[in-house]
């Protein structure tokens, strides 16, 4: 089993809708959730962040993390044409020499005006 | 606002032959990485260096050779290109190799080899 999870999609969806995208992970030791967003032909920007279980919000979108499950979820409200991009969920652990960070096989949505 | 740069965005290579790639950050950031990026296999670590002076090998790193030549400049170096080096190569700096350390990505220099 791969220590991160993410269904490629593609995923496609009318404007306005609500986007779910998720992945899944086994090493319990990761604390650390981010969600990368990157549009065609350009490098991966840092889109949230969160640290250990919970929600956090920002604008349209919110992140949750599910530790007992081992999932994490990020959430599109009001789904733009402009949010459309591969999404990279990714999770990391210790720190200095020992930092670890993985990255899931990213997501392609596309939000249809 | 040029953050990371990478050199050159475009190259094709025939089997054997070598070459660089360049990447410089004007953050001031300490940490520098190496990914590739292939269809189904999502980003992975090719080497990174945590500060100025220290390398380490990643995920992939076979085939690979890099070198930090100053605070802002990390280059990949292909030694004898092969087709399973075609790829897209992304750089990325961090202000510390840490949890909090928030990735910033270079726009990709896309390698094809035959």
């Known amino acids: 089993q791969k220590e991160v999870e993410q269904d490629p999609g593609p995923l496609s969806v009318p404007e306005g809708a609500i986007v779910s995208l998720n992945c899944t992970y086994s090493?319990?030791?990761?604390?650390?959730f981010m969600w990368y967003r990157q549009y065609s032909r350009k490098g991966p920007e840092l889109l949230m962040y969160t640290y250990s279980s919970g929600n956090k919000e920002d604008g349209r979108f919110t992140a949750q993390v599910d530790k007992s499950s081992k999932y994490i979820s990020l959430f599109i409200r009001d789904s733009q044409p402009s949010d459309s991009a591969t999404y990279l969920c990714a999770m990391s652990v210790g720190g200095g020499s020992n930092y670890k960070l993985t990255f899931g096989k990213g997501t392609l949505l596309t939000v249809n005006p | 606002n040029a953050g990371v740069t990478q050199t050159p965005k475009f190259q094709v290579l025939k089997t054997g032959q070598s070459m660089t790639l360049q990447c410089a950050q004007d953050?001031?950031?300490?940490?520098m990485y190496w990914y590739r990026q292939d269809p189904g296999m999502g980003l992975r670590l090719i080497y990174y260096s945590a500060s100025e002076g220290t390398t380490d090998k990643g995920e992939v790193p076979n085939g690979y050779n890099v070198s930090r030549l100053n605070k802002r400049e990390f280059s990949l170096r292909l030694e004898s290109a092969a087709p399973s080096q075609t790829s897209v190569y992304f750089c990325?700096?961090?202000?510390?190799?840490?949890?909090?350390?928030?990735?910033?990505f270079g726009e990709g220099s896309r390698l094809t080899v035959l």
């Open positions: 990325a700096s961090s202000a510390l190799a840490g949890p909090t350390g928030e990735l910033f």
């Open positions: 090493n319990s030791a990761f604390q650390y």
């Open positions: 953050m001031n950031h300490n940490s």
